[in-house]
């Protein structure tokens, strides 16, 4: 009798190590699964940011397009208060509707690849370091004064909010606000 009982015993414990084992595997296989969606949703995330790079390049040569943007762009700067923007109607004096139109769509390509860079270190994709350095650099496009600042404002409503919770931060941290 002391046999069977120490037999039972040792059966419920190989089915509680069983019961952990699948549990811990499940529990693996849950993880694994939403890394798999994260880099799915990432790889999905950047192809659509190149996409949108290729078709700002290819829209970089066409100069009929660019001189429409450009008119636009000049329009709506005709409005500001030149104190509040480096572009003073002297200096939007000096440029064709073809190059505001281009400073236009450039700067639409840093905000998006800031945005991008911003959901791959949301998503874990990029170091803590590097999305430190890379958010440095593009500070600058978000400035309050520049033209990537008022391109970004007039784009503000079809960016994520994440997106516009990371100006605004870029923004108290160098004093544009």
């Known amino acids: 009798m002391g046999k069977s009982v120490m037999l039972a015993k040792f059966r419920e414990w190989l089915e509680v190590v069983g019961l952990f084992s699948v549990v811990l595997s499940l529990v693996f296989v849950g993880l694994q ?3 798999s969606q994260d880099i799915a949703i990432a790889s999905q995330y950047q192809a659509r940011a190149d996409h949108n790079l290729e078709i700002t390049a290819l829209v970089l040569g066409d100069e009929p397009y660019l001189k429409r ?17 480096v572009y003073t109607p002297e200096v939007l004096g000096e440029l064709s509707d073809v190059d505001l139109g281009r400073n236009f ?13 911003q959901f791959q270190w949301e998503m874990g994709m990029l170091e803590e370091s590097s999305w430190r350095a890379l958010r440095n650099v593009h500070a600058l496009n978000v400035d309050t004064a520049g033209w990537c600042a008022f391109t970004y404002d007039a784009l503000a409503p079809f960016y994520r909010s994440e997106m516009k919770a990371l100006v605004e931060e870029i923004r108290a941290d ?3 606000e």
Not at 70 to 84: H, I, V, Y
């Open 33 to 35: 699964m939403k890394q």
């Open 174 to 176: 160098i004093g544009g």
């Open 69 to 85: 943007l450009g008119a636009l762009a000049r329009s709506d700067f005709a409005q500001l208060d030149p104190r509040q923007t």
């Open 105 to 117: 769509l450039r700067c639409v390509m840093r905000h998006k690849q800031l945005e991008n860079l």
